[in-house]
C-alpha cells in the first residue's frame, strides 16, 4: 500500500499558479542540505513564457502532484488516521521542443518525494494527455539549459552540487528506473588549480575574451557544433543562445580561439555561487538583502560550463591553449578549484581531462519512457 492516497494533478498557469509550482519543487527538497536553491527573483522570470521566447516554444505544462499522507498505525489494531492536508510530491515541467521531430516530451526542473507509487501515479495521470498531444517518448531529467547538466545523480551525493549542475536525494534513480530506462551518462570533473602561473604557449591562435553576446551571433555555429551530443538535444539556436545568456548572467565570461577571423575554440567560465546561494536560501523574502550585499564578493571555485575544439581543427594545441588560458583566469579570480562539465561518458572531452590530471566524480543518468 502507498504512504499516499488522493492523489491530484495540478497545472500552473498564471503567475501566482507558477509560484506554487515554486513553492512545491523548494518543498520537496529544501530539507536536504546540499541542495542548491536557485536564485529566487530569478528563477521566476526565466520560468515565465510571456518573456522567455524559447521557454515559450518548447510548449511548458507547469505540473505540481500532490496527495494525502497516510499516518502510521499506532497499533495493530486501529485504523489508520489520514492527514488532512496535501503533501507534495511530484514537481515538473512537461516540455515538447518543436526542433526534434521524434515526438520526444523533456522532464524538465523535476522534483519528487521519496515514493515509486507516487512517481507511478504522476506518470499514469499525465499519458493520455501526451499521447493525445502525439508524444510516444519521455526522456529526462534535464535543466532548462540541457547542453549544461542534464540527468540524475547517481553519485558522490555526500558532496555539494556545483552551480548548474543537476542535484538530487538518493532515491531518485530508482524512482525513475521503475518505469524508464537509462539511455546515456555524463560526468562532472575536478581540478585543484595550481599555486604556479599558467603561461600560454604562442600559436597562430588567437585568444580573445568571449563577449557573451556573441554567442547568439557570430559564435552561434561553434557553440551548436560544440553541443553535438548522443540524445538528440537541439543544437542551441539564437533563441536559446539568448535564453543562455539570461540563465547564466552577467558573470558569464570566457576565451575564444580565433584562426584569422574564424572561431574554432571556445571555453565558458562561471563562479561558482552555489554555497552562498545555500546559505542565503536562494534569496527568498529578507535573505535576498544579504545574498545581494556578497554577490560580486570573490568566491573559491569556479565552473567550466563548455569546452571544446571544432573537430577540423582538433591536435593542434588549440585546446591545450585554451585549458592553459583557462587555468591562469582562474588563478587571477581566486578560484582554487575547477568543477568541469558534466560531460558526456563517451565524449572526446574524457580523454582530454584524464590527461589533464582532472578527477571525474559526480555522474548522472539519462532515461527515457516509450509510451
Known amino acids: 500500500m502507498s504512504d499516499y492516497f488522493n492523489y491530484q494533478l495540478h497545472t500552473a498557469v498564471s503567475y501566482w499558479d507558477r509560484r506554487t509550482f515554486l513553492r512545491y519543487s523548494r518543498q520537496l527538497y529544501e ?34 502532484f500532490d496527495g494525502l499522507r497516510r499516518k502510521q498505525q499506532q497499533s495493530l489494531t486501529a485504523t489508520p488516521a489520514l492527514a488532512s492536508f496535501e503533501t507534495p ?81 538518493p532515491y531518485l534513480p530508482e524512482v525513475l528506473a521503475r518505469r524508464m530506462q537509462p539511455i546515456a551518462e555524463t560526468i562532472l570533473y575536478t581540478f585543484d588549480i595550481p599555486p604556479n602561473s599558467a603561461s600560454v604557449p604562442a600559436s597562430p591562435v588567437k585568444l580573445r575574451p ?39 548572467g552577467p558573470q558569464l565570461h570566457g576565451w575564444v580561439a580565433w584562426i584569422e577571423e574564424q572561431p574554432v575554440g571556445l571555453v565558458l567560465l562561471l563562479p561558482d555561487l552555489a554555497a552562498r546561494l545555500r546559505r542565503y536560501r536562494g534569496g527568498r523574502g529578507l535573505w535576498w538583502l544579504g545574498l545581494t550585499a556578497v554577490r560580486h564578493r570573490p568566491v573559491p571555485t569556479g565552473r567550466v560550463l563548455l569546452g571544446g575544439v571544432l573537430p577540423a581543427w582538433r591536435g593542434q594545441g588549440i585546446g591545450r591553449q585554451l585549458w592553459r588560458q583557462t ?45
Open 327 to 371: 587555468i591562469q583566469s582562474a588563478q587571477a579570480a581566486g578560484w582554487q578549484k575547477l568543477t568541469i562539465g558534466p560531460v558526456w561518458k563517451e565524449g572526446t572531452a574524457v580523454p582530454f581531462l584524464h590527461h589533464h590530471r582532472a578527477i571525474p566524480q559526480q555522474t548522472y543518468q539519462l532515461y527515457e519512457r516509450t509510451i
Open 210 to 248: 568571449l563577449d557573451s553576446a556573441q554567442l547568439g551571433g557570430n559564435l552561434l555555429p561553434l557553440l551548436a557544433a560544440l553541443c553535438q551530443n548522443p540524445v538528440g538535444f537541439s543544437p542551441p539556436d539564437a533563441l536559446e543562445a539568448q535564453f543562455w545568456q539570461q540563465w547564466l
Open 89 to 169: 510530491l511530484v514537481a515538473n515541467m512537461l516540455l515538447h521542443d518543436p526542433r526534434r521531430d521524434d515526438r520526444t516530451a523533456y522532464l524538465a526542473h523535476l522534483h519528487c518525494a521519496n515514493s515509486k507509487a507516487a512517481f507511478l501515479a504522476y506518470q499514469d495521470s499525465i499519458i493520455e494527455d501526451l499521447v493525445n498531444r502525439g508524444i510516444r517518448r519521455l526522456f529526462g531529467p534535464v535543466s532548462l539549459l540541457p547542453h549544461l547538466g542534464s540527468g540524475a545523480l547517481t553519485s558522490h551525493w555526500q558532496l555539494p552540487p556545483p552551480q548548474h549542475t543537476p542535484y538530487n536525494p
Open 31 to 64: 530539507r536536504d542540505h546540499r541542495w542548491t536553491p536557485p536564485d529566487s527573483r530569478q528563477i521566476r522570470i526565466l520560468l515565465n513564457p510571456a518573456k522567455q521566447p524559447h521557454l515559450a516554444r518548447l510548449q511548458p505544462v507547469f505540473h505540481y
